[in-house]
């Protein structure tokens, strides 16, 4: 098994014909995901590469089977897409597009939960399921099927960490980049429970970094509601108070959110939090050996 992406999946791009959509399908695609639809207003009936184009998500349904969507939408456009694809009846969505207001997410996060529907991002790097399914930026060449599940905040991050655990003979079962925006469709807690339920996930790999209370709210989950070990990294010790850094939704004020105060929280629960990614993976490599 895996969470969130799998050999079931049947992709539908949003924004397939865009520049963007174009480059990550396709590569998607070469990966060995079931791309079998793109979806561009006005532009149905076209086709790129052997992929199909429709006018709407719904055709796309109807006429391909798609189950899972991909936005690369522009901004101003990405939660009218999002609304779109869950009333066309996907069960997933994962969001790339960056910029999306967070009073439009709060909105979004509503819709998509009282649905049903899976939602991540936005401003994320997608999912990747090592040998299955990769759905959205994550490079998936350098990963391996394995037993550790990783989620994060950091998309670049999770390419370091993941790629050090596959040079160290280990893999993951599912990579989840849930975003770095303060309101995003699934939390942590929503992966991590994920990860719980999932026989193929032995160990997770938690990546955090500074603003919000995210990682807090995880740590008194993962203390209640895991068995499975949880190896944790925070990134933004050296990050100035009062800064946004990076993410939309890495900002501290005072000390709440800070790096500090999230490697306290996760360690005070029994959590073992790295210094470094590299450190992060030798943490997992002694559980899992």
Do not use: W
Request: hydrophobic share 40%.
């Amino acid at each position: 098994m895996a969470i969130i992406v799998d050999n079931d999946t049947r992709l539908v791009v949003q924004g397939l014909t865009g520049s963007e959509g174009r480059f990550h399908g396709l590569r998607n695609r070469a990966y060995g995901t079931q791309v079998v639809a793109g979806v561009t207003p006005g532009k149905g009936g076209q086709e790129v590469e052997g992929i199909p184009v429709y006018d709407t998500v719904a055709a796309a349904v109807a006429e391909a089977g798609a189950n899972t969507s991909m936005v690369f939408v522009p901004a101003p456009f990405a939660a009218d897409a999002v609304y779109e694809a869950v009333d066309a009846g996907v069960h997933t969505v994962i969001a790339i597009t960056e910029h999306v207001p967070a009073h439009e997410m709060l909105r979004i996060k509503a819709y998509v939960d009282a649905r049903g529907v899976t939602m991540v991002g936005p401003n994320c790097p997608g999912v990747l399921s090592p040998g299955k399914a990769n759905v959205g930026i994550i490079p998936g060449e350098i990963f391996a099927g394995g037993a550790i599940g990783l989620v994060s905040r950091s998309g670049t991050l999770t390419y370091q960490i993941g790629h050090e655990l596959t040079q160290m003979g280990l893999g993951n079962s599912t990579i989840v980049g849930i975003g770095g925006d303060p309101i995003v469709g699934s939390t942590f807690i929503d992966v991590l429970r994920r990860f719980q339920a999932d026989p193929e996930t032995e160990y997770v790999v938690l990546v955090g970094e500074i603003g919000g209370d995210d990682e807090e709210k995880a740590a008194a989950f993962i203390e209640l509601e895991m068995t499975k070990p949880v190896v944790a990294y925070i990134a933004g010790f050296t990050a100035p108070p009062g800064k946004t850094m990076g993410h939309a939704g890495a900002i501290i004020s005072g000390s709440s959110g800070t790096a500090q105060a999230k490697k306290d929280a996760l360690e005070a629960k029994g959590i073992r939090v790295g210094t470094t990614p590299t450190e992060t993976a030798q943490l997992v490599a002694e559980l899992a050996r």
